[in-house]
């Protein structure tokens, strides 16, 4: 399984910003990406997650109303769209992918194994 993040860069305060995750080399019957987050000294937290199938959305309290998932296009791609962006939303941006728990997307890093190598998203003051 191949997960491959583009989209990050350098933004002012108030910006936006949209992220790609292009998945492949897997064929699960469903399937589930999340976004994540990490910054410097701090753990790995969960943004947005999208099931296949259900279609089902987690957004994370920090984010909700500012981030929008798209739903997996044909292509196994999925988009994060950032907006409003403020200075504590710096940090690598990660997707991944693993089963949907119960037809959900999976809310926890822990509950995902494939992982892509992650976009960094600075977002200046």
């Known amino acids: 399984v191949q997960l491959v993040e583009s989209g990050g860069g350098l933004v002012q305060t108030g910006g936006s910003l949209r992220l790609s995750c292009a998945a492949s080399?897997?064929?699960?019957?469903?399937?589930?990406i999340g976004w994540f987050r990490q910054a410097p000294g701090k753990e790995r937290e969960g943004v947005a997650a999208i099931s296949a199938r259900e279609g089902s959305i987690y957004y994370a309290e920090l984010t909700r109303g500012r981030f929008t998932i798209s739903s997996i296009d044909a292509k196994n791609t999925v988009y994060l769209q950032m907006n409003k962006l403020k200075p504590e939303d710096t940090a690598v941006y990660y997707c991944a992918l693993d089963g949907p728990i119960d037809g959900l997307a999976p809310k926890e890093p822990w509950e995902y194994k494939y992982w892509g190598q992650g976009t960094q998203v600075t977002v200046s003051s």
């Open positions: 080399g897997f064929s699960f019957d469903d399937y589930a």
